[in-house]
């Protein structure tokens, strides 16, 4: 994990070109002073998915995985405060919260700057996310998919 003290980096991602099968470097945004990355790999055990680099001179932070853990009480027995949130939404009312607090990295709490991409689709991102504050555009509207009723779980339309 990479805190930015200061200086710019550039963020990119391997892109294949489906038609010729080329792979080439593809730069999607820039981190400055106050950003951190490669939060992702340490939460899910995952390889990294974007390559990082310096732009001019820069200064990080850098966080082994056993400060991180300690840093955000991963390990903690304490209900975290997002996990407490989660319980408070009615959309969440009839299904298992407590299971977030059963597995590490599960649910987290992220800070997103302003006019941040959470996600290009929902095809990008295995995850859901929940705003707890501040205001976000949805760019793409998906369709609504009904799924068969999960064993011991309620479907709400």
């Given at each position: ?146 799924q068969k009723q999960a064993q011991g779980c309620r479907v709400r339309s």
């Amino acid at each position: 994990f990479y805190y930015v003290l200061s200086g710019t980096t550039a963020v990119s991602i391997l892109d294949e070109n489906k038609t010729t099968g080329s792979v080439n470097l593809r730069n999607v945004g820039y981190l400055k002073r106050g950003t951190a990355f490669g939060e992702l790999a340490l939460l899910h055990g995952t390889r990294r998915t974007a390559t990082v680099s310096c732009k001019d001179a820069v200064e990080l932070i850098a966080v082994d995985k056993e400060d991180f853990v300690q840093m955000n009480q991963l390990d903690s027995d304490e209900e975290k405060e997002h996990i407490k949130y989660c319980r408070t939404l009615p959309i969440l009312q009839d299904w298992p919260v407590n299971l977030l607090n059963e597995t590490s990295g599960v649910c987290n709490f992220h800070f997103f700057k302003k006019l941040t991409v959470m996600a290009k689709s929902n095809h990008d991102t295995p995850f859901i996310y929940i705003v707890k504050s501040g205001h976000v555009r949805v760019l793409t509207k998906v369709t609504k998919i009904r799924q068969k009723q999960a064993q011991g779980c309620r479907v709400r339309s």
